[in-house]
Nanobody, 125 residues
Framework: QLRLVESGGDLVQVGSSLRLSCVASGSSLEDYVIGWFRRVQEDPRVAVSCVGARDGSTKYADAVKGRFAISRDNANNTVYLQMNNLKLEDTSTYYC??????????????????WGLGTQVAVFS
């Protein structure tokens, strides 16, 4: 059983940066593909970025390309989402999700085995 806990959310001004963390416990993260999602209007799970388990492959939503960067530290069972040049529309609850032995395409399409409770990001002007 994998448990995911997100942290790093905050209230920040437009143009600021934040780094979100997704820490896993209960199992090693190295066999899981991880995705970051956020709530957008009525859709609770819009993919932001996903990272492969061992090959380091990544996928980004068009809205965050060039501003966000996903990375993982398997030794510390943690996946990060570095968010730069934050915009008002980045305000949301951010969740991480894990899929065992999957692909970044599958996770970003909403297929996952485990899901965290989220961390709040609020951007103001």
């Amino acid at each position: 059983q994998l448990r995911l806990v997100e942290s790093g959310g905050d209230l920040v001004q437009v143009g600021s940066s934040l780094r979100l963390s997704c820490v896993a416990s209960g199992s090693s993260l190295e066999d899981y593909v991880i995705g970051w999602f956020r709530r957008v209007q009525e859709d609770p799970r819009v993919a932001v970025s996903c990272v492969g388990a061992r090959d380091g492959s990544t996928k980004y939503a068009d809205a965050v390309k060039g501003r966000f960067a996903i990375s993982r530290d398997n030794a510390n069972n943690t996946v990060y989402l570095q968010m730069n040049n934050l915009k008002l529309e980045d305000t949301s609850t951010y969740y991480c999700a894990a899929l065992a032995l999957g692909t970044v395409q599958a996770v970003c399409a909403g297929k996952f085995d485990y899901w965290g409770l989220g961390t709040q990001v609020a951007v103001f002007s």
